[in-house]
């Protein structure tokens, strides 16, 4: 059991966290801290937290497992913020989607205090954003990938794999630019594509009029477009290089297909549809959906 979480960023995800941490047994009081006040306050309220902290750096005092649940974009400065009470014996981590730039914020963030730190990515979310949505049945089930550095030490990656482990997570560990390849093309790709239909349809003059005839296949494919801006803006220019090379991979077999229709060329366009429609029903989720 961890004596203190340090929680710095106290919405989904993080509010998640400690509500499962707390379910599980596994800690006795969270000391959280946002850049709102108004959401630490609602996090206390809620229960999510016990102790509000006014700072990132009071969040991390006295804590032994501290968790940075903040946009990608913040991570080097919050490391810069704690960086001066961060120990060896502590456990640090954060919940980004991309992970090449959050192992870079920490080398500049922590310097030396580097080895404290498991980079961690659990695949878990919803649409709606905030402490109120927080849900210790968030994590239970799904994967979390580690990322650990050269420096990372091994009992705190040890301790990562216990604390995940305990959620009901399934862990794995993968370098980090194994994981931005990988989740450029089955993660980010996919919200770019839904954004950017959702707004090619709605700039047309009949676009309402289109999207009053949708169904439940629209529904589905486009239920990840209504993602939090800011998090997602993020995510995607963190992690451009790879989702840039995805996109050309996309636009290539979309044109090939397009070809296709406009040929008239039947049998290659079905054995194309039969291709995807093959893999699509032989995969399926490591984790419950």
């Given at each position: ?6 929680l710095?960023g106290?919405?989904?995800m993080?509010g998640?966290?400690a ?5 599980a ?16 306050e ?11 902290a006014p ?9 032994d497992?501290?968790?940075i ?10 490391f ?12 640090v981590m ?9 192992i870079?914020?920490?080398r500049?963030g922590?310097?030396e ?13 919803k649409?709606v954003?905030?402490?109120e ?12 990938i ?39 093309a ?14 090619s ?28 801006p ?10 451009r290089?790879?989702l ?21 060329n ?5 054995d ?6 093959a ?8 984790t419950?959906?």
């Open positions: 059991m961890f004596e203190q979480l340090g710095i106290c919405g989904l993080g998640s966290f509500l499962a941490m707390k379910r047994g596994l800690v006795k009081r969270v000391v959280g801290y946002s850049k709102s006040p108004s959401t630490t609602r996090a206390r309220q809620l229960g999510v937290i016990d102790i509000e700072s990132a750096l009071l969040a991390v005092s006295g804590a497992i501290v968790l649940a903040v946009p990608v974009s913040a991570t080097e400065s919050t810069k913020a704690i960086k001066h009470l961060v120990t060896p014996d502590m456990l954060d919940v980004g989607s991309t992970k090449q730039d959050v870079e914020a920490g500049r922590l310097r205090q580097l080895g404290s730190f498991v980079p961690a990515h659990p695949i878990a979310g649409e954003a905030g402490v949505h927080a849900d210790p049945d968030l994590y239970v089930g799904r994967q979390v580690l990322t650990p550095t050269e420096q990372t030490l091994t009992t705190q990656l040890q301790k990562a794999i216990d604390v995940w482990s305990a959620l009901g997570c399934r862990v794995l560990n993968m370098s980090p630019e194994h994981h931005d390849a990988a989740f450029a089955v993660s980010h790709l996919p919200h770019l594509l839904a954004f950017a239909l959702m707004n349809i709605s700039s047309q003059p009949q676009g309402a009029d289109y999207l009053s005839l949708a169904g439940p296949g629209f529904r589905d494919f486009t239920r990840i477009a209504a993602g939090d800011k998090i997602w803006r993020d995510i995607m220019i963190a992690n290089d790879e840039l090379a995805q996109s050309k991979v996309f636009q290539r077999t979309l044109q090939a297909m397009e070809l296709m229709i406009s040929n008239s039947a049998d290659a366009l079905e194309l549809i039969e291709q995807a429609s893999t699509r029903a032989n995969w399926s989720m490591a419950k959906s």
